[in-house]
């Protein structure tokens, strides 16, 4: 069988998500964001198609900043794997990038899967940050301590904010990388401004916070700025925030620093690492 690869049309959809609901344990997000996918201009969803030009493999690349490409969301339908077919489509998505202004692609896989790495590791790919992730469940009664509690941090917040975590370890540790769900990109101080803006900048004694617009399932922390010291009482204060928001949980991404995982554990959460990985396209 030749590999073709292809953009994706509204006509795949359907096919494609009946081989990616399953793909782990958990299911697959693929199926919930395929469709929006499509439609962004800013993102490509490519598609490896068999001699009867039905998809068997899929990847999306989609720019994350004028110089940042990421890729992701790259699954072969169980009975083509191990044909060569992720490789093609990586390297036509890097070839998207590339000429879309980027000049290094990057992407996300969990530690644990060895398959994974080793595959990326092939194509050129280097590790070149470690983070960890972690869902903390929350009671519906707790309340942080009233000197804990999260306001809303204002827009003069963003310097003093911005110049503390770009020294910090977080920000050494994680290589200036903020997570937007599950991609990375270097942070800006506009990241700040805008979620101030936005109503999702929140500051306690011990630290600064973006934790997104909640839903009933969990509130999502993507950025923080502490210390060593502090990041158990911002915690305090972040799981109060989501008891004040009823979210059953907190979900906290954060680079892989011996403290920050204490002070997760501590919080009640059980992290795992996800290693982002770069290459040089441009």
């Not at 609901?21 to 068999?50: A, K, Q």
């Not at 903020?178 to 630290?207: C, E, M, Y």
């Not at 204490?262 to 059980?270: M, T, V």
Request: hydrophobic fraction near 40%; aromatic fraction near 8%.
């Amino acid at each position: 069988m030749s590999i073709e690869v292809r953009p994706a049309r509204r006509a795949d959809v359907e096919g494609i998500v009946a081989w990616t609901t399953d793909t782990f344990e958990w299911g697959d997000y693929v199926p919930d964001r395929i469709s929006g996918w499509l439609e962004n201009p800013e993102s490509e969803l490519m598609v490896c198609v068999d001699d009867s030009d039905v998809p068997i493999a899929v990847a999306h690349a989609v720019m994350l900043s004028e110089r940042e490409g990421w890729l992701e969301a790259a699954r072969v339908h169980p009975n083509h794997r191990r044909s060569g077919l992720g490789t093609a489509l990586n390297h036509a998505g890097v070839a998207w990038l590339k000429g879309r202004g980027a000049k290094v692609a990057r992407l996300a896989t969990e530690a644990t899967n060895k398959a994974a790495r080793s595959q990326v590791e092939q194509l050129g790919y280097r590790s070149t940050s470690s983070w960890v992730y972690a869902w903390i469940e929350v009671r519906p009664d707790h309340r942080a301590p009233r000197e804990l509690r999260m306001r809303p941090a204002p827009g003069s917040d963003v310097d003093p904010a911005w110049m503390f975590w770009s020294t910090s370890d977080l920000s050494h540790g994680g290589r200036g990388f903020i997570a937007s769900g599950w991609q990375w990109r270097k942070a800006t101080p506009d990241d700040l401004g805008v979620a101030a803006t936005d109503g999702v900048f929140f500051q306690n004694p011990a630290g600064w916070a973006i934790a997104d617009q909640p839903t009933s399932e969990e509130t999502r922390v993507r950025w923080l700025a502490t210390s060593k010291e502090e990041a158990p009482r911002l915690f305090d204060g972040l799981i109060g925030l989501a008891a004040d928001r009823e979210s059953a949980g907190l979900t906290v991404k954060v680079p892989n620093l011996p403290w920050a995982n204490e002070a997760l554990i501590r919080a009640g959460g059980d992290p795992d690492e996800v290693l982002i990985y770069s290459k040089a396209v441009g």
